[in-house]
């Protein structure tokens, strides 16, 4: 075996030292590979395992199911919000009311005229008069913002408001307001 050394011009000892070298990085690959290995496994381990003994597919079949039940609630909410779009459309959505004295002798703005709209303007105007021994209320339908029998000034006014009515411009406080209005009497 000297011989062929000697013959292609190769120290035996310089081979022995390159051989030993490429082992010795060899041995620090697969130690560092082994390393890598036991950590990819420990987590691999600690993943399957999962909560309170439970594997990991019992876990993706509970989430499975919970995105289903998730699923069939949003579509039930979405019909059901439908529906409530449906019906807000036909729900009083905007008002309005002008107070004012009906007759010379009673002050105090005791009559008004109340319009109540949905979205398309239909609606009534619901107008009180009082007088000083009795309060008279008519009734009179709208349609799309115009009526079929003759308004006075005060149902006109009231009607313009109710069709002008925007929620943006009705704050919080002036609801509260209203509200106290109702309960006193005052309205």
Do not use: W
């Not at 490429?22 to 381990?45: P, Q, W």
């Not at 009515?165 to 109702?182: A, K, W």
């Amino acid at each position: 075996m000297s011989n062929l050394f000697d013959s292609i011009g190769i120290d035996p000892g310089i081979l022995i030292i390159v051989l030993t070298v490429l082992c010795v990085i060899l041995l620090f690959n697969v130690a560092g590979a082994k390393v890598r290995l036991s950590r990819l496994e420990r987590k691999y381990k600690m993943f399957m395992k999962g909560t309170e003994g439970q594997s990991l597919e019992k876990q993706f079949m509970r989430k499975f199911s919970q995105i289903d039940h998730l699923f069939e609630a949003k579509q039930n909410q979405e019909k059901e919000i439908e529906e409530l779009k449906k019906r807000a459309d036909l729900m009083y959505s905007k008002y309005g009311i002008e107070k004012y004295d009906a007759f010379d002798d009673v002050g105090g703005k005791l009559s008004f005229a109340l319009a109540l709209l949905d979205k398309s303007n239909s609606g009534i105007i619901l107008n009180a008069v009082h007088s000083r021994d009795n309060c008279f209320l008519y009734l009179k339908e709208i349609v799309k913002g115009e009526s079929y029998v003759m308004l006075s000034q005060e149902e006109v006014e009231a009607l313009r408001k109710a069709v002008n009515f925007e929620m943006e411009d009705f704050s919080i406080n002036e609801t509260e307001g209203l509200l106290r209005q109702v309960e006193s009497g005052n309205l």
